[in-house]
């Protein structure tokens, strides 16, 4: 293995330019992400914003299904035909991916209103613009998530987060407001809609940006090849939807035990947790293209070298956001959100810790994903989504809404655990804050 390796420190730049361009957009779309949830919050009312919290974590794990793993293999396989060496006509990608796209979401909303309409027909005749609109995001969302991969993977890495992270809920907000001056109230079905029309409008802007980038390579002649993408694929997908179960199930979990005010409160306390999770959000978006590129070009140094960088900034910015958070937190939700949803600040104190835990194994998930070992991370999630969800369940009917929060951090625990201790021996890279800290400073 050490014969393979090619030091290359010159990507330390590159590295340290990505993160801080990803950290710009990223902290522009965390504002409009809570701009767009506060507005969303006052406009609807705590009963109102907890149903469409509903509605939305229906659409995540509905979206599931619906991009297939795509988006994580348009970026892992975006980035190898975008290296040196390669003579993929990137072309070819956009041509295997959007059809597939659109293909599993239309069977995965056709198979979901199947089954509800069979389990639920008076809920679709009393609300079937719900249904409809939530179908119509469903597939929006895909195709959003699909584009903005593909620009990832073949080096537009700013631009596909901008139209991600940055424009699409810019344009959600705008739109809100809009609707809110004109009509004088909002209502969940005008709300779904706005969402529908930003991710659509934003995945067309992707998609005709990166026909343009790869029209310009008319060089490579060779199509895709996906290999044996299927499994991988299937193997991204239970993936996707252990972590979708784990980011919508307080909220699922909180409409058995608490009120639709209530559920209203922890979907605000996960709305204002988008702050603690930027740092590691930008560290997955913005250096899991280099690594992808790094680890086909076999370069073991450079890999080192970023992902415990990645991990340092990631551990470091998330604990300064925690003890913002932790000192000024209270009267911000007030201010914010309004005295209505003040409950929510120890349920987004518990959510921070779990994410400070997180960011301490940097982007393992996705590296361990992109290197071929994406069954391992799918164990890891099958293990600890259900211990997440038990706890859930059992400190929600104990404690309420905090409890219900508590449940996040069992997961992130154990889902840990069954990586760095259980399969200890996979993990060969500098991953977790200690041992990144000691490759940093040069210690063995």
Same mark, same amino acid.
């Given at each position: ?38 507005? +969303? ?30 988006? +994580? ?103 809100? +407001? ?24 934003? /995945? ?61 409160? +922890? ?6 947790? /988008? ?106 999630? /099958? ?7 038990? /706890? ?53």
């Amino acid at each position: 293995m050490l014969q393979r390796i090619r030091i290359s420190g010159t990507r330390l730049p590159e590295l340290h330019g990505v993160l801080l361009g990803s950290a710009v957009v990223q902290a522009g779309g965390m504002f409009l992400t809570l701009l767009l949830g506060v507005q +969303l919050a006052r406009f609807l009312g705590p009963a109102s914003y907890g149903i469409y919290g509903i509605c939305l974590a229906v659409v995540s794990i509905l979206g599931v299904p619906a991009q297939a793993g795509l988006p +994580l293999l348009a970026t892992r396989d975006g980035g190898r035909a975008a290296a040196k060496g390669s003579d993929t006509d990137l072309r070819s990608l956009f041509s295997w991916f959007i059809p597939r796209t659109l293909l599993f979401a239309a069977l995965s909303c056709l198979c979901a209103l199947a089954i509800i309409i069979g389990a639920a027909p008076r809920w679709t005749t009393e609300r079937p613009v719900i249904v409809a609109l939530s179908a119509g995001l469903t597939v929006a969302l895909a195709l959003s998530a699909v584009t903005s991969a593909l620009l990832r993977g073949v080096g537009l890495n700013l631009i596909g987060q901008s139209l991600d992270i940055l424009v699409k809920p810019g344009l959600t907000a705008a739109a809100v +407001l809009l609707l809110f001056l004109a009509s004088r109230g909002l209502t969940v079905e005008k709300a779904l809609a706005v969402q529908l029309a930003a991710a659509a409008a934003c /995945a067309a802007v992707a998609a005709c940006i990166f026909l343009i980038k790869s029209g310009k390579r008319a060089d490579r002649h060779r199509l895709y090849d996906p290999g044996c993408w299927e499994r991988v694929a299937a193997a991204f997908t239970v993936n996707s939807l252990l972590i979708a179960l784990n980011s919508t199930y307080p909220v699922i979990v909180a409409g058995y035990f608490a009120s639709a005010s209530d559920v209203g409160v +922890l979907r605000a306390a996960l709305s204002a947790a /988008a702050l603690l999770a930027l740092p590691a959000s930008i560290a997955n978006i913005a250096t899991l293209p280099i690594v992808a590129r790094e680890a086909a070009e076999d370069d073991v140094a450079a890999v080192r070298v970023t992902l415990s960088h990645t991990t340092l900034a990631t551990v470091g910015a998330t604990s300064i956001v925690l003890s913002v958070v932790i000192l000024f937190g209270r009267p911000a939700i007030v201010i914010l959100f309004g005295k209505a949803y003040q409950g929510s600040y120890l349920p987004l104190i518990i959510l921070g810790a779990s994410q400070l835990l997180i960011s301490c194994f940097g982007i393992a998930g996705s590296y361990l994903n992109v290197t071929g070992r994406e069954v391992l991370v799918v164990k890891a999630f /099958a293990l600890a989504v259900p211990s997440g969800l038990a /706890a859930s369940v059992g400190l929600g009917y104990l404690f309420g809404i905090a409890g219900i929060s508590a449940g996040t951090l069992v997961m992130a625990a154990v889902w840990h655990f069954y990586i760095f201790i259980i399969n200890r021996r996979e993990i060969d890279v500098p991953l977790f804050v200690v041992s990144a800290a000691k490759h940093a400073w040069g210690r063995p």
